[in-house]
């Protein structure tokens, strides 16, 4: 028995999902069609048809994982400590000198092999 209700399950999800398809679909061509009317009209349009699209999707299996995914990423995000400006200043300037020295380095073997290429040449 649960596997007939996992099978109309699927099915359902299958038609909300088509469902969104027309619903994006109407929305890109509604907002070609519209094309001459005020661009504020058409981005209120557009995102009406993609709350209504992103509230179905929100119905199916796979958007309810979604949703749970994303509340989740917000609580991990909430548990980063991120670095203070000091420490965002000190990496900075250590990655800029890094750079600098890099680019000394590679100046100065594009040099030295320009160099002996040139005297093979000659």
Same mark, same amino acid.
Not at 32 to 54: D, H, N, P, V
Not at 68 to 74: D, G, I, Q
Not at 89 to 111: E, G, H, R, S
């Given at each position: 028995?649960?596997?007939?209700?996992?099978?109309?399950?699927?099915?359902?999800?299958?038609?909300?999902?088509? /469902?969104?398809?027309?619903? &994006?679909?109407?929305?890109? +061509?509604?907002? #070609? +069609?519209?094309?001459?009317?005020?661009?504020?009209?058409?981005?209120?349009?557009?995102? /009406?048809?993609?709350?209504?699209?992103? %509230?179905?999707?929100?119905?199916?299996?796979?958007?309810?994982?979604?949703?749970?995914?994303?509340?989740?990423?917000?609580?991990?995000?909430?548990?980063?400590? %991120?670095?203070?400006?000091?420490?965002?200043?000190?990496?900075?300037? &250590?990655? $800029? /000198?890094?750079?600098?020295?890099?680019?000394? /380095?590679?100046?100065?073997?594009?040099?030295? $092999?320009? #160099?002996?290429?040139?005297?093979?040449?000659?």
């Amino acid at each position: 028995m649960s596997e007939k209700f996992d099978s109309e399950g699927n099915n359902l999800d299958l038609v909300k999902w088509i /469902i969104v398809a027309i619903i &994006v679909a109407a929305g890109v +061509y509604g907002n #070609s +069609y519209f094309s001459a009317e005020s661009l504020l009209f058409r981005t209120i349009g557009l995102l /009406i048809a993609a709350g209504a699209a992103g %509230w179905i999707a929100a119905q199916t299996d796979r958007g309810r994982s979604f949703v749970n995914l994303c509340l989740e990423a917000r609580v991990e995000i909430r548990k980063v400590v %991120w670095p203070t400006r000091q420490e965002t200043t000190q990496t900075t300037i &250590v990655v $800029l /000198i890094v750079i600098f020295i890099v680019a000394i /380095i590679l100046w100065l073997l594009d040099a030295l $092999l320009g #160099s002996v290429i040139s005297s093979f040449i000659t």
